[in-house]
Nanobody
Framework: QVQLVESGGGLVQTGGSLRLSCAASGITISTNSIGWYRQAPGKQRELVASSSGGGRSIYADSVKGRFTISRDNAKNTVYLQMNSLKPEDTAVYYC???????WGQGTQVTVSS
């Protein structure tokens, strides 16, 4: 059974930083593509960043240059480093493994102006 557990969200001021973690069990992240999504109130869930099993990363235009997705294969964990946060980054952030259609429970990120 695939389980994904996100953590690291919280309240931060504009310009601040947070690092989100997604701890995986039931799969080996080194051989899977993994994505970070977010959903703000009243909006559709959107892809923020993804990392392929081969190490290629892509980012939404809105976060390029500010967010970085990375992996620690030894810990079976994927991270999302978020810098220069803006109020429009406020959302619930989820990690996803598309091959298994697996989602975590989400972690709230709130950026105050």
């Amino acid at each position: 059974q695939v389980q994904l557990v996100e953590s690291g969200g919280g309240l931060v001021q504009t310009g601040g930083s947070l690092r989100l973690s997604c701890a995986a069990s039931g799969i080996t992240i080194s051989t899977n593509s993994i994505g970070w999504y977010r959903q703000a109130p009243g909006k559709q869930r959107e892809l923020v960043a993804s990392s392929s099993g081969g190490g290629r990363s892509i980012y939404a235009d809105s976060v390029k240059g500010r967010f970085t997705i990375s992996r620690d294969n030894a810990k079976n964990t994927v991270y999302l480093q978020m810098n220069s946060l803006k109020p429009e980054d406020t959302a619930v952030y989820y990690c996803n493994v598309p091959y298994y259609d697996a989602w975590g429970q989400g972690t709230q990120v709130t950026v105050s102006s």
